[in-house]
C-alpha cells in the first residue's frame, strides 16, 4: 500500500472510531427524538373526502423519555378522529388525541425509554372534500393538493399512498402492468412527479367488489425540518363531483377504507430502502467514514442501470397567463409582507378597517354588515378577524391568512407558464409605476389610485429630488440639483409614497419575528431554492421582495426547485408552510 494512501486509510479509520465514541453525547445534545419513518395511506372517498392512516415510527434521544407529543397538526378541518395506538419494545400502548380539530396534543400511555424505537398510528377522515375545480383544454377536474403534517424535525423517511376512485381494467393487478397508457386513461394528470425521490404507480384490489383502483405512491428520503410533500394531483370532474364548498351531511359512520398497505407488495420494496437503525446518532458518520475506506481502496462500480418509471406529463401551457390580483401577486413572487400589506390596504379602501397608524400599524374595524362581510374574499374575512381589541394585527394569524391566499392562487396557477406570468406582472408593476410618475407631474394624485397595489409591488424608490432609481442602487455621482419640475413631482410623490412605505414596514414590524421562518418554509415546502436577482430597499436582511424563478408549473409561488428535492409544490390548498401549527415534541 503507498504511503499517502496508508496515511489516509489510518485517519479515516481513527475518525470512525471517535465517532462512535462521542455518538452518546452527541445524541444527547441533539433532536429530542429521530423520526425515522412516516407513512401515509390516503383513501380518496368518491365525494372527495379523505380516510387517511398516519403511521409515524421515531427512535427516543432523550434519557427521560416523554409521554406525549405537544402537538400534531396541522390537521384539515373538519376531521373525525377515529383509532389511535401505540407500539413499543413492550408491545402495544394507548394513545389518546387532546385538543383540535386543527392540531392535537398527542398523549401516550406509557413513559418513553431512550434508544428505543416507537410506532403511533392513527386514522381519521377529512369531513370535506377537498378539491378545487378547475379546467384543462376546456375538461373539468378536480385538483388537490393535501398535504401530510409538517414537523420541525428532519424526517428520514416518509411516503404517501394515494388510493385514488379511478377504476382501472380488471386484470391490471401488479404495478408493471400500470402503464402509460392506463394511467392516461384514467383521465389523471399530475404536475410535480419529478420532485420526489419516487413516484410510482400501482394497483390496489378492492376485494368486495373485485375492482381496481389507480394508486400512486410517493417517497422522499432524508427531509429537512419544516419540509413536507404535497403531491399536485388533478382527478377528471366525472370522478369527483364535488368541492370544498359542497356541502356533505355526515351519518357519523367511519367509511369503510381500501384493502391496506399491507395488500400493496411495492411497500416491501420501499421498506428496503430506508432502515430505521441508520438514523441514530454516530452511525451516519461511521457510515460515511466506511464508505470512504472502501472507496480509498477499490475502484468505485458504475451505476446500476434502473429501468425508467412511468413519465408524468406537466401541463404548462406556453402563453398562459392567469389573472392574479395584486395581493395573489405578492404572494406569487413569494413577498409574504407586502401580501398582508396589500390586504389590509384592500380593506381600508372598501371601508372596513381604518389605519389609525402605519408605523406601528393599528387599524379601527369599521361597523358593516355580516352580509357585506360574507362578499370578501377569503383572506380578507381572515385578516379581518386578525385585527385584536386594540387594533393590532394578531401576529399567530398571519400563517393562516397566507394560507387563504394561496387557496385562492393554486389553482390559477396549476398549468400556467411561468416565466411569461412572471414577464407579464413585472410589466404590469412598471407600468403601474409609470403612470404614477405621469400623474405626480401633472396633478396630485388622488388618495388611492386604481394603480396603488401596483405600485407597493415596484422595487422603485425615490431620491432626495425625486429622480427614481432600483432598490439597493446608488445614486449618480455628484450633488443633486433641485429644479422646479423635480420639486414639484416630490411634492406631490410624497404623500403617497410615504404611505405605500410606512404601510409595507407597518406590516414588517408585525411579522417581523416569524416571516423569515414563514418564507422558508414557504421556498422549502414549495419546492426551491431562492433566486434573489432583486431585492427591495424597504425590507429588511432577514426577507426580501425578490422575484423567483419557476421550474414546476404547480408551484404557488414563482420559485426554483430544491436542489435536494425538500419539497415541491404546496399546493397551497392546505400549506404546511403557511401554517401556524407545525408539529412538535
Excluded at 350 to 355: A, E, L, M, P, Q
Excluded at 389 to 406: C, M, N, R
Excluded at 436 to 445: A, G, K, R, V
Aim: charge should be negative.
Amino acid at each position: 500500500m503507498r504511503p499517502r494512501l496508508r496515511s489516509t486509510v489510518w485517519c479515516l479509520f481513527v475518525l470512525l472510531v471517535l465517532s462512535n465514541l462521542f455518538a452518546g453525547a452527541g445524541a444527547a445534545q441533539g433532536d429530542p427524538i429521530s423520526i425515522d419513518r412516516i407513512e401515509n395511506y390516503v383513501v380518496v372517498l368518491n365525494d372527495g373526502r379523505l380516510d387517511v392512516r398516519y403511521n409515524l415510527t421515531f427512535t427516543e434521544l432523550e434519557a427521560g423519555g416523554r409521554q406525549r407529543f405537544r402537538e400534531l397538526g396541522k390537521f384539515t378541518t373538519p376531521n373525525t378522529v377515529g383509532e389511535c395506538y401505540g407500539m413499543g419494545p413492550e408491545g402495544r400502548f394507548d394513545v389518546s388525541l387532546n385538543g383540535g380539530p386543527s392540531a392535537y396534543e398527542v398523549s401516550f400511555g406509557i413513559n418513553t425509554v431512550q434508544g428505543a424505537e416507537y410506532t403511533v398510528y392513527l386514522r381519521y377522515t377529512v369531513d370535506r372534500s377537498v378539491f378545487d375545480d378547475t379546467t384543462y383544454e376546456g375538461q373539468s377536474y378536480r385538483a388537490i393538493g393535501w398535504a401530510p403534517f409538517q414537523w420541525s424535525l428532519p424526517i428520514a423517511y416518509q411516503e404517501i399512498r394515494y388510493i385514488l376512485p379511478l377504476e382501472l381494467p380488471a386484470d391490471t393487478t401488479t404495478a408493471e402492468q400500470v402503464t402509460d397508457e392506463i394511467v392516461q386513461g384514467t383521465g389523471l394528470l399530475v404536475n410535480n412527479a419529478d420532485a420526489f425521490d419516487r413516484w410510482v404507480y400501482f394497483s390496489t384490489p378492492d376485494e368486495p367488489t373485485g375492482k381496481n383502483y389507480l394508486s400512486i405512491l410517493v417517497a422522499e428520503n432524508q427531509m429537512a425540518s419544516m419540509a413536507t410533500m404535497v403531491p399536485a394531483l388533478f382527478l377528471p370532474g366525472t370522478a369527483i363531483t364535488t368541492t370544498k364548498e359542497t356541502p356533505i351531511p355526515l351519518d357519523g359512520a367511519t367509511p369503510q377504507a381500501e384493502p391496506g398497505p399491507e395488500r400493496v407488495t411495492l411497500t416491501d420494496v420501499v421498506k428496503g430502502l430506508t432502515s430505521p437503525g441508520a438514523i441514530c446518532t454516530g452511525t451516519p458518520i461511521a457510515a460515511a467514514v466506511i464508505a470512504l475506506i472502501v472507496g480509498a481502496l477499490k475502484p468505485r462500480k458504475r451505476n446500476t442501470y434502473m429501468p425508467p418509471e412511468i413519465e408524468v406529463e406537466t401541463f404548462q401551457t406556453e402563453g398562459v397567463v392567469p389573472d392574479l390580483s395584486a395581493v395573489e401577486t405578492a404572494f406569487y413572487m413569494g413577498n409574504s409582507t407586502k401580501t398582508i400589506a396589500l390586504i389590509v390596504l384592500s380593506l381600508e379602501q372598501k371601508g372596513f378597517v381604518n389605519i389609525v397608524s402605519h408605523a406601528p400599524l393599528q387599524m379601527e374595524v369599521l361597523q358593516r354588515t355580516d352580509a357585506e362581510v360574507a362578499g370578501l374574499s377569503g383572506y380578507e374575512r381572515a385578516l379581518l378577524q386578525a385585527i385584536q381589541e386594540d387594533g393590532t394585527l394578531d401576529q399567530a394569524a398571519i400563517p393562516g391568512i397566507l394560507q387563504a391566499v394561496a387557496d385562492v392562487v393554486q389553482p390559477k396557477m396549476w398549468n400556467a407558464d411561468p416565466n411569461k406570468t412572471r414577464d407579464e406582472y413585472r410589466r404590469r408593476i412598471e407600468e403601474a409605476w409609470q403612470e404614477y410618475e405621469h400623474d405626480s407631474q401633472s396633478e396630485q394624485p388622488v388618495h388611492t389610485p386604481s394603480y396603488m397595489p401596483w405600485i407597493i409591488l415596484s422595487d422603485h424608490t425615490y431620491g432626495p429630488a425625486g429622480v427614481p432609481r432600483p432598490a439597493g442602487g446608488s445614486r449618480t455621482s455628484g450633488p443633486a440639483v433641485p429644479n422646479p419640475l423635480s420639486s414639484m413631482a416630490e411634492a406631490s410623490i410624497r404623500p403617497l409614497e410615504n404611505m405605500a412605505d410606512q404601510l409595507t414596514r407597518g406590516v414588517e414590524q408585525v411579522m417581523g419575528r416569524t416571516v423569515d421562518r414563514i418564507e422558508q418554509a414557504a421556498n422549502s415546502v414549495l419546492g426551491r431554492d431562492v433566486a434573489v436577482p432583486n431585492h427591495s430597499a424597504c425590507h429588511s436582511a432577514c426577507h426580501s421582495a425578490c422575484v423567483h424563478d419557476a421550474c414546476h408549473s404547480a408551484c404557488v409561488h414563482d420559485a426554483c426547485h430544491s436542489a435536494c428535492h425538500s419539497a415541491c409544490v404546496h399546493s397551497a390548498c392546505h400549506s404546511a408552510c403557511h401554517s401556524a401549527c407545525v408539529s412538535r415534541v
